[in-house]
């Protein structure tokens, strides 16, 4: 099946500076990936979705200038966080629409910033 | 109105028991249904995927879809310790346009 992969697991930074975290689809190729971030306890946010090859979509809410996305390839999207802060300090997710329906998911990643 | 609506829960059951989890949603363009499985600090897992009324089974698990009620479930049969987690609805339109539940933390008790 459709695998997501996403890096890093786990990240500690200090406030003001910049953290990417990378997804990749392992075996397809996904045109469309979607960033999401997940607060304690609670339902996945989405953030924006990312389009190979052109300008990410961000949601309402969502600072395009603190949260950068990429999409330069078939197969990689990343996330770079800009000037970290404290609250940003969340659980960032990507997913893809994989293969046969559905959509597949990176393991996510955890960012604090100290 | 929330475009989803999943009772958070939380729901404890003892091992071996039968658990119905639930969504209901108000937009009836929504086509496709899906359950997913989020143990902590872990991505979600897609667990059943469907697009039509009636029932779909996989295993242990059953996925059940309403369309004239707006209503989801998901049934797990001969729970096992392993299955608590959170498990998230999540209903589509189909131009990409994702809705999430709120998710529903279970936990079977051994």
């Known amino acids: 099946g459709a695998v997501v992969s996403q890096h890093p697991s786990r990240v500690i930074c200090k406030s003001g500076t910049s953290v990417k975290i990378e997804c990749r689809s392992l075996d397809f190729q996904a045109t469309t990936m979607f960033w999401y971030r997940q607060f304690p306890k609670k339902s996945l946010m989405l953030m924006a979705t990312?389009?190979?090859?052109?300008?990410?979509?961000?949601e309402q809410g969502v600072e395009k200038d603190k949260f950068l996305i990429n999409h330069a390839s078939l197969t990689l999207s990343t996330l770079t966080v800009t000037s970290a802060h404290p609250e940003d300090s969340s659980f960032y997710i990507c997913?893809?629409?994989?293969?046969?329906?559905?959509?597949?998911f990176g393991s996510g990643t955890r960012l604090t910033v100290v | 109105q929330k475009e989803v609506e999943q009772d958070p829960g939380p729901l404890s059951v003892p091992e071996g028991a039968i658990v119905s989890l639930n969504c209901t949603y108000s937009n009836s363009a929504f086509q496709y249904f899906m359950w997913y499985r989020q143990y902590s600090r872990k991505g979600p897992e897609l667990l059943m995927y469907t697009y039509s009324s009636g029932n779909k089974e996989d295993g242990r698990f059953t996925a059940q879809v309403d369309k004239s009620s707006k209503y989801i479930s998901l049934f797990i049969r001969d729970s096992q310790p392993s299955d608590s987690a959170t498990y998230l609805c999540?209903?589509?339109?189909?131009?990409?346009?994702?809705?999430f539940g709120t998710g529903t933390r279970l936990t079977v008790i051994p």
């Open positions: 990312s389009n190979e090859g052109s300008k990410a979509t961000y």
């Open positions: 997913s893809a629409n994989g293969q046969g329906g559905g959509y597949t």
């Open positions: 999540a209903i589509e339109t189909g131009a990409n346009n994702l809705f």
